[in-house]
């Protein structure tokens, strides 16, 4: 039986994740973490979707995808997961061993502008809360970080929004999020985001 499309609107930025299947690793060396940077890479090359930031963890991993047409992120999706297991599988002999993933990965659309700094802060300072290093920007499979998988493949697409410039600050003090007031809607005429006040 066919999977269920996707319904993603356009100009909408979504928050991606998913885990390894059982809660088991996903990345268990740097090569693991390369090689999904350049499926990354790969995936940018064919389709216009943005990559605002990302964190890779262990078992598991966050993208923030800015899309001008909602479905490219399927497609984006598509080209970095056959990318990254053609990469993972053989490297450490898991081909014919079962699902690496629990299951499709979930889209989570961003609402508003807060909403979608929330969403970032969340994201990036997922290696800090999970103790794995004392400070956000030390994880070095983090948008904070890194940019892509070599010095000249830059992955991280500018916000849709101002970044703070206490944004470092913010990552590493504890979390605490803010309820968001607006609503996302993607203009008409530009495939960037407006906000509208819903009180």
Known sequence: MPRAKRDLPDGVPQHIVNRGNRKGLIFRCDADYRGFLAAMAAAAERTVVRLSCFALMPNHFHLILWPYKGAEI????????????????PR???????????????????????????????????ARRAGLV??????????????????????????????????????????????????????????????????
């Open 74 to 89: 399927s497609t984006y999706m598509q080209i970095l997961m056959n990318a990254h297991l053609r990469d993972i599988l």
């Open 92 to 126: 450490h002999n898991l081909r014919g061993l079962g699902h690496l993933y629990q299951a499709r990965y979930r889209p989570h659309p961003i609402h508003n502008d807060l909403h979608f700094l929330n969403v970032c802060r969340y994201v990036e300072s997922n």
């Open 134 to 199: 004392e400070r956000a920007e030390l994880w070095p499979w983090c948008s904070l970080s890194c940019h892509g998988p070599a010095p000249d493949i830059h992955l991280v697409s500018p916000w849709p929004v101002h970044r703070p410039k206490d944004w470092l600050d913010q990552v590493n003090a504890p979390l605490r999020l803010r309820q968001p007031k607006t609503i996302w809607v993607p203009s008409d005429s530009s495939p960037d985001a407006t906000t509208v006040s819903i009180g």
